[in-house]
């Protein structure tokens, strides 16, 4: 053996907790002891998580995946010992080809910090048109794409912009939330560590766009290997000159500086996180003012989700056309689906709005982990509504959730078996609004604990009907009386969890 | 933020203050404050919240405040290895709960507690963003995925628990 063998190996957490590292070891090991020269590329993951470690040997034909890679099969990819875990090319996989890759375009594809590889697939073109048009073209193109927050609100980000581009401010901010903490959601971390570059060149066009010459990403403390992948891209944008003073002799300039969370969930609403980054308890603010008018340290800020904020790219690249071409009635472009729990294709999957919760969860997903039953999906993070056998055929779209008293949320699937205790379910709703509560508004603060209470009586078996029927009414008032949505939208997952356990006592 | 709290360092105020001052220098930078200082002393010690009101000119009972909201940090030290078994909802959907219970038993601990000798703390966390793969732990700062029990008890012993 003499040529080059190039294998890629993805740099991601999930891979890397599924022993990625160790694979790495064994094919420098497997390589030095067959003499074969070996180019280890770490890239990204493309998100078929159940897959992960899933290894890619560059061939004539293109990247052939390994998938489950272990560090005992390594020999294996060096005398044809694996061709059983082969799952042809990489791009092939119906899982992967099926996608509209728009936003995750690039996620798998690239060394997540090769600015090489970023500019060779893409990156920089949005930003490089942005820089030839004025601040209302770029929010006029952003307006027009129909693009919506991705981080659960849904507001839409062109009108956001528009107000913080008209807000009259010498100190304008971009911030970015990285807070994702979402159980199920882990669309966020799987793009900033595959393709850093894409969420940077996203804030530096918003800053574009509004003005701004300083952006902060608040990253959670949960994701320290994102902190290292994006610290980096920082230091090698910066060094480019996309980042800093005078940007590609534009005249214009920004910079950008991670912060990190503490553990607090409520620090992903915006203005807590806007308390936070200014070193203070995550309390949540009332609204108005809007942060867009007065949000960081009293400034017209940009608050987005990372994944909003890394769709720009691809938007001022391709046009607005393009990007609001998918899609259905107000909910248009791509979004990031995340299968995640009780799945047995578990990954990321992005597609345009409109595809059913059945196709998401049976065909890409193929059922249950286990092979038991399903019984319940939750859709969009603990504040989501668990959907049910019967809800399945609903379209991914902002409005069809809402009018099923749902959410999409950030996009997250939490599959089920038959196995869930869907009283338990509810009461950790009430626990985990209990234990991550800022502690304003007493609906949110007391009711929680109440509500909790309320459920172990149900447990126990005590006045089922009186215990119920309380419920419901502390449900009513903490959705009237909460400021934001951790209270106001708890009882969202609690009354749906109940609703099924309510069926069935009632047969 | 998980950590490996094996260093635990004796309290030095100057040490504290040389932490501190970068952090001063940034606005809004308390929490970066904070952060540093349980990075250098495995915990946020009670004796650097006077010096953290006074590099960033608030009360005492400002700086206990900021640091008793967030769960991150800690006002005592954690035990040489710290295990965290996530508690939120992918994870319960693959048996975290029968998990965290098996973790309970072997090491004898329930979740918050730190062992008498101070060798194991196991811990709750709500979500490590690996939902695709739970249920999900860390043991002294590293993730890993798809946790059975047969996996907890070789990670274990190959930390030397
Ligand atoms: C309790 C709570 C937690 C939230 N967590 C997050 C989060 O982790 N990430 C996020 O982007 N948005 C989160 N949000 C939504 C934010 O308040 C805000 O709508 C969003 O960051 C705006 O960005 P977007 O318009 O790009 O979605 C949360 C909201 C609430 C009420
Ligand atoms: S609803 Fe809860 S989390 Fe939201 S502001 Fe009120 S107390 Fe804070």
């Known amino acids: ?507 | 933020m998980p950590k490996n709290t094996r260093n635990i360092v004796d309290w030095d105020e100057g040490e504290a203050r040389r932490v501190i001052a970068p952090c001063a220098r940034l606005r809004g930078g308390l929490l970066e404050a904070l952060h540093a200082l349980q990075h250098a002393f495995g915990y946020v010690p009670e004796e650097s919240c006077a010096l953290l009101a006074e590099a960033f000119n608030l009360s005492r009972a400002e700086v206990y405040g900021v640091r008793s909201f967030y769960e991150d940090f800690r006002s005592a030290p954690s035990g040489d290895h710290v295990i965290e078994v996530c508690q939120a909802e992918s994870c319960q959907a693959r048996g975290s709960r029968k998990l965290t219970a098996h973790a309970q038993n072997i090491l004898g601990l329930r979740l918050g507690e730190t062992s008498v000798d101070g060798h194991v703390t196991l811990r709750a966390v709500y979500c490590l963003g690996n939902c695709a793969v739970s249920p999900n732990i860390t043991l002294d700062g590293k993730l890993y995925g798809r946790v059975s029990a047969e996996r907890f008890d070789r990670l274990l012993k190959k930390a030397g628990l």
């Open chain 1, 1 to 507: 053996m003499s040529d080059l063998m190039t294998i890629y190996v993805p740099l991601e957490s999930t891979a890397r907790s599924l022993g990625a590292d160790d694979v790495v070891l064994a094919i420098a090991e497997q390589a030095a002891r067959c003499g074969q020269d070996v180019e280890i590329i770490r890239n990204g993951s493309w998100g078929m998580s159940w897959l992960e470690p899933l290894v890619e040997v560059v061939t004539d034909r293109g990247r052939m995946a390994y998938g489950n890679m272990t560090a005992d099969d390594v020999p294996g990819l060096f005398d044809g010992g694996c061709e059983a875990m082969c799952l042809g090319l990489t791009a092939e996989i119906p899982y992967l080809g099926n996608q509209d890759r728009l936003t995750f375009g690039r996620c798998g594809l690239t060394d997540s910090l090769s600015l090489d590889d970023y500019q060779t697939h893409g990156g920089f073109r949005g930003l490089e048109k942005a820089l030839g048009m004025t601040a209302g073209q770029i929010v006029a193109q952003v307006t027009a794409s129909g693009l919506r927050g991705r981080g659960g609100a849904a507001f839409p980000t062109g009108v956001k912009w528009n107000t913080v581009l008209s807000a009259d401010s010498a100190r304008k901010y971009i911030c970015c939330n990285a807070d994702e903490g979402d159980s199920g959601s882990f669309a966020d971390r799987l793009l900033m560590e595959s393709d850093p570059f894409c969420l940077i060149e996203g804030m530096i066009i918003a800053a574009l766009a509004v003005g701004a010459d300083k952006g902060f990403i608040y990253l959670r403390s949960e994701y320290p290997l994102c902190k290292e992948i994006l610290s980096e891209a920082l230091i090698t944008a910066r060094a480019a000159g996309w980042l800093g003073e005078n940007i590609k002799a534009s005249g214009r300039d920004f910079d950008i500086e991670i912060r990190m969370g503490a553990g607090s969930y409520v620090c992903g609403e915006e203005t807590a996180m806007l308390e936070s980054l200014e070193g203070r308890r995550g309390m949540v603010r009332a609204k108005p003012p809007l942060p867009a008018l007065e949000g960081l340290f009293g400034q017209p800020t940009v608050v987005n989700n990372v994944l909003s904020l890394a769709t720009i790219p691809v938007i001022l690249d391709r046009g607005a056309e393009f990007y609001r071409n998918y899609g259905q009635g107000n909910s248009r472009g791509t979004t990031a689906f995340q299968l995640a729990g009780n799945i047995a294709r578990s990954g990321l999957v992005e597609k345009a709005f409109g595809i059913s919760l059945r196709e998401l969860v049976t065909d890409y997903g193929a059922g249950t982990a286990t092979g038991r039953p399903l019984k319940a999906v939750q859709v969009g993070g603990p504040l989501g509504a668990y959907l049910y056998e019967g809800d399945l055929d609903l379209p991914m779209d902002y409005e069809a959730f809402a009018d099923a008293g749902a959410v999409l949320g950030h996009g997250g699937i939490v599959v089920f078996d038959d196995s869930v205790d869907m009283v338990a379910q509810a009461k950790f709703a009430f626990d985990f609004c209990a234990l991550e509560s800022c502690g304003k508004c007493t609906p949110c603060r007391i009711g929680s604990v109440r509500g909790a209470e309320l459920v172990a009586k149900i447990q126990a078996g005590e006045d089922m009907a009186d215990n119920f029927s309380m419920i419901r009414e502390l449900c009513d008032v903490m959705e009237a009386g909460s400021l934001c949505a951790m209270g106001g939208m708890t009882p969202i997952p609690v009354l749906s969890a109940l609703k099924d356990f309510d069926r069935e006592s009632g047969q």
